[in-house]
């Protein structure tokens, strides 16, 4: 009786899965850092980085129609950058009369909101890629092996483990109350009651919730003290890397300097 | 008169693959007191999550006379009195009074009336001056009641309890099995409790695997030895 969370990571024995952790993270960030870095109205660079997180995709296995399919997930996300298109001075494209307000698109304003939707979706293509070929206690290590504050990385870890806890409690809770949602056998009520009262037991369960979440945290940390925890996390040493992975990280990272090279020298 | 639980060849596998009921063929008739038993695993929680239709499975299932179906799902909802292991599942809201009006709200009852259910419900479980109490800061043992009362506000015509007396000290327990004495309800009980399953129970069901191995006479059934101890379980011992 358990909350199916969807675990992004996706089992296989392709190149990508077998790659080590830590060279995957840092090549996903210095990747997601060129995206960044390329200013905007680059098109034939962005081409390039699509396709070649598209080629990873597929040389992982993962599916390339998973992936976009995961990525459609942030594109709400990319509405917040809709207002660049009114608000940056330009060459106008057209206007938008709203009441007495009128909008004016600019072409910089247009270029920057494509830029910036290509450039977040091409990141969150890696990073989904990240996770779906690594497991996360291997994506902790590695965070933790290239110095990414301990604190933090045992942060992460632990929302990993009790995520799941708190899902299920969720469950359970949303079950308790479905049960008692019933319908009187008298025909001239109605089932259900006001939005306001729903509203309210709804923000109940949520307080409800916190509370715990509140008191697990300090029994969790009893129970790790208990065993010694002075607030120092000691980890196991990590094997070395291999030939093939030192060329994997050099050679993504020569390439994606050759690209910004590329976009600023041009 | 229709039966209180009727199931027919229930069948029900999770969605990680694992079988959890096989078969499952189970008739209460009204008023009938009836214990569930069985290993931890054994599917016994899954079977009553069916009897309300929060999980559904293949095969037929009527509870107090209506078919599980979607259209039913609210009027069982308000004639099975499901009340779950762990009351903090149980109690969702910041005050014990919202917790048990909650049935009778969702309802659609009139003030008076959710007011006089509620009031009705606590004194039944002996929490009469609980209302305005917080659920958080009580004691397992009122939580459990509490819990109980949060189903008897809908005046169930069955009631389904997973586990009442798990965790609880002896006092606890005793007071307890003392008001589902009294209750006069039909009653489906997992647990895993012997001594209170004899004392209370006239009949049994043993669960283990997802299928139902035994069902009959309490007395028989927690007699046989060779049965319980096939099923992981043991002969209750009155001293």
Redo the contacts between chains.
Sequence with gaps: ?HV?YQDPYRPGRSLIHALDARVKLLVTIAFILTVALIPPGFWPVYILLLSLIISVEILSEIGVVYVLRRSILVLPFMLAALPIIFTLQGAPLFTLSLGGWTLTATQTGMERFISIVLKSWTSVQAAIVLTSTTPFPDLLLAMRSVKIPRMLVTIFGMMWRYLFVLGD?TL??M???????????TPS?????SII?RAH?TG??A??LF??AFERSDRIYMAMVARGYDGDVRTLAQPKTSLLNWLVLVFSLLLFTALLALAYLL | MHHSIEIENLSFKYPDGHQALRDVCLHIEPCEKVALVGPNGAGKSTLILHLNGILTGEGDIRSAGLEVKKENLERIRARIGLVFQSPEDQLFSPTVLDDVAFGPMYQGLPEDEVQARVFEALEVVGMGEYGARVSHHLSLGEKKRIAIATVLSMTPEVLVLDEPTSGLDPRARRALINLLRELDLTMLVSSHDMLMVRELFPRVVIMDEGQIVADGQTRELLDDAALLEAHGLEMPDLQ
Excluded: T, Y
């Excluded at chain 1, 308790?176 to 949602?181: E, F, H, M």
């Excluded at chain 1, 009520?189 to 009651?193: E, F, I, S, V, Y």
């Design positions: 009786m199916h409690e359970r809770m079950r308790a109350r479905a049960s008692r949602s019933g319908q009187s056998d009520l109605k089932a259900g009651g009262w037991v109940g369960m307080g409800s509370i715990r």
